[in-house]
């Protein structure tokens, strides 16, 4: 069992930067890997980013490349997601999730792989 818990969301102009983290619970956050998602008002909850248990593989939506980093501390218990050059269709609830891996180079991208979320956090870019 883990828990949870985001923060560093806000309200940000057009091509400005924020950086939210995800605490997680627990003893063993080495194996579980982790993502991101988000949510906008009326919309499915869509994959952002992903990481595993290593922090070694990356995996970006391609809305994202080149624009969020995703990583992890494991001796913290947290998972960053770097967000840079905020555009306003970024506006959303952001989530991180976790699931045990298996592997040290698992990771998931469907919503539906993941077993643990966190109560979100609001990023809103005004243009």
């Known amino acids: 069992q883990v828990q949870l818990v985001e923060s560093g969301g806000g309200l940000v102009q057009a091509g400005g930067s924020l950086t939210l983290s995800c605490a997680a619970s627990?003893?063993?956050?080495?194996?579980?890997?982790m993502g991101w998602f988000c949510q906008a008002p009326g919309k499915e909850r869509e994959f952002v980013a992903a990481?595993?248990?290593?922090?070694?593989?990356?995996y970006y939506a391609d809305s994202v490349k080149g624009r969020f980093t995703i990583s992890r501390d494991n001796a913290k218990n947290t998972v960053y997601l770097q967000m840079n050059s905020l555009k306003p269709e970024d506006t959303a609830v952001y989530y991180c999730?976790?699931?045990?891996?298996?592997?040290?180079?698992?990771?998931?991208?469907?919503?539906?792989?993941?077993?643990?979320w966190g109560q979100g956090t609001q990023v809103t870019v005004s243009s």
């Open positions: 999730a976790a699931r045990l891996g298996y592997y040290s180079g698992d990771y998931y991208y469907s919503k539906n792989d993941y077993d643990y």
């Open positions: 627990g003893r063993t956050f080495s194996s579980y890997a």
């Open positions: 990481v595993s248990r290593s922090g070694n593989i990356l």
